[in-house]
């Protein structure tokens, strides 16, 4: 019964969770501006050493609203569908694919170059929703990976160098993340459902 309740509170709790998560990342923005914009030193530095710490900042920092505006829905969206398997793997995924997408940027991007945005978050969340059902083999799941697929598949292209500006080494590191993290997470935990099964096929 107990299991029942959280499964259906899980969808509320996963979309006030993104709420407060999205408004954080507003209100951020929001003194970036009255501070002329001196929260984006808290952006990854590319090639500087004493700007890796910023891997962990700068997923919550954008370039001007119309950036933030940009990442708001998917943020949202994506978010949302990871935090319906729960929030120990949203929390997982989330650091796997912030730290990838943080180090690939950091490494690939240009010297004297700043690097913020949850771009590289987005990126790890679509990979991962995606490859979860292909590890997991759940029906819900797939049918999870086929819609975001169908909304979100043409953003993969956002991996390959394209638009000025734009941090296609950031995506390409976050997208990296969400396969590791689905691999990790949902490979597992398939493993674990499947052997008792394989354990009882050979004592007949």
Request: aromatic fraction near 10%; charge should be positive.
């Amino acid at each position: 019964m107990g299991m029942e309740t959280e499964k259906r509170e899980r969808p509320v709790t996963a979309a006030l969770v993104m709420v407060v998560a999205l408004a954080a990342l507003w209100g951020l923005e929001f003194l970036d501006q009255l501070s002329g914009n001196a929260l984006d030193n808290y952006g990854i530095r590319a090639r500087e050493l004493d700007g890796l710490p910023e891997i962990f900042t700068a997923p919550f920092l954008h370039a001007g609203w119309d950036h933030l505006i940009n990442n708001s829905l998917p943020f949202f969206v994506l978010g949302f569908l990871v935090l319906l398997g729960g929030m120990a793997r949203w929390l997982v995924a989330s650091l796997i694919s912030v730290d990838s997408s943080g180090l690939a940027a950091w490494l690939l991007t240009p010297a004297d170059t700043i690097i913020l945005g949850a771009s590289g978050l987005i990126f790890g969340w679509l990979t991962y929703l995606l490859a979860r059902g292909v590890y997991s083999r759940r029906a819900g799941q797939v049918v999870v990976s086929l819609v975001v697929l169908v909304v979100y598949g043409s953003l993969i292209w956002g991996v390959l160098p394209g638009s000025a500006g734009v941090s296609w080494q950031a995506h390409l590191g976050g997208a990296v993340g969400g396969l590791i993290a689905a691999r990790a997470l949902h490979r597992r935990a398939s493993r674990r459902t499947r052997t008792p099964a394989t354990r009882a096929s050979y004592r007949y």
